[in-house]
């Protein structure tokens, strides 16, 4: 899934490649992924795009007052081309989801892979009126997200630390990667209740969390979309790696079963040596 420094990379792309010049057609071919029907679709054509932004893990095209706005979910992705093929896309029979092309012959396709579908495309003329980005809470990178902001945060929080940096409503644009490195970089457990951390811990998951995103991002920046999925696999120290040597300490990384997906961390570095429990799996044995 891409992330907010994946999703901050699309939009510095899109913004080199596509601001300045026109849509000549948007066409969807995964029917349910188009979340809206007012404005239609095919408002954009000859609409000159004049800005690109990032909401969390939203991206918004600025079509002169009518936004494209896309999700791009779990198992999405938006494929650039040069040249546009001009071959049509048939409803079902692709992996694609919606067309865009341009008045210069580039554009792109939102892609999606597996079968439970989730990437959602919408036009609105203002991006808060899709549901998703009016939720959102502040975004960690913004200069203005103070540690004074961030403690205020976590002490209104009795849940878990790691299920909160998830949580698009209180942190726009971090999911299950980021949460993991995040978390591994603050030497922290993933289980560590939010309103129960000390000040210091406060302090160093804070400077974990900026410095973790603002790295990624500045290694994401200028680089193509086919390049992105890549780098961010090859930048995790814990995310993705079970039973792999942490790079910090040499202890083997693991894995637990959390909600809909897993995470993985190091036991030396975050949880005093003790291996956390996988309550899914221990419901699964009795």
């Known amino acids: 899934m891409p992330e907010l420094p994946e999703v901050e990379a699309l939009v510095g792309f899109l913004r080199e490649r596509a601001v300045g010049r026109a849509i000549m057609s948007a066409s969807v071919s995964a029917i349910a992924a188009l979340k809206t029907f007012d404005p239609p679709l095919s408002t954009l054509a000859g609409r000159e795009i004049v800005a690109a932004q990032r909401h969390g893990k939203f991206v918004d095209l600025d079509a002169g007052g009518t936004h494209l706005v896309f999700h791009l979910a779990r198992a999405g992705w938006l494929r650039w081309y040069d040249e546009l093929p001009k071959t049509l896309i048939k409803p079902g029979k692709s992996p694609i989801a919606l067309r865009v092309r341009l008045d210069d012959g580039a554009g792109f396709d939102l892609t999606e892979a597996g079968t439970k579908k989730s990437l959602a495309v919408y036009v609105v003329h203002d991006p808060s009126d899709v549901p998703g980005i009016a939720r959102l809470g502040p975004d960690p990178t913004a200069p203005d997200f103070t540690l004074d902001d961030f403690a205020g945060v976590l002490a209104r929080r009795r849940t ?3 299920g909160l940096l998830r949580d698009q409503s209180v942190f726009a644009g971090v999911g299950n990667a980021y949460s993991d490195e995040i978390l591994h970089n603050a030497r922290m457990s993933p289980y560590a209740l939010a309103a ?3 000040p210091d811990d406060v302090e160093r998951l804070y400077h974990a969390l900026r410095d973790t995103l603002d790295d990624a991002i500045a290694a994401a920046a200028g680089k193509r979309p086919d390049e992105l999925k890549d780098s961010k696999r090859t930048r995790m120290q814990v995310h993705g790696r ?35 429990a996988d309550r899914v799996l221990s419901r699964l044995l009795k």
Request: glycine share 10%; with cysteine; proline share 7%.
């Open 196 to 198: 129960k951390l000390k």
């Open 242 to 276: 079970t039973g792999e040597a942490c790079p910090v300490c040499g202890d083997t990384v693991r894995e637990v079963i959390f909600a809909d997906s897993t995470f993985q961390y190091c036991p030396t570095c975050q949880t005093g040596g003790k291996p956390l």
């Open 160 to 162: 878990q630390i790691k």
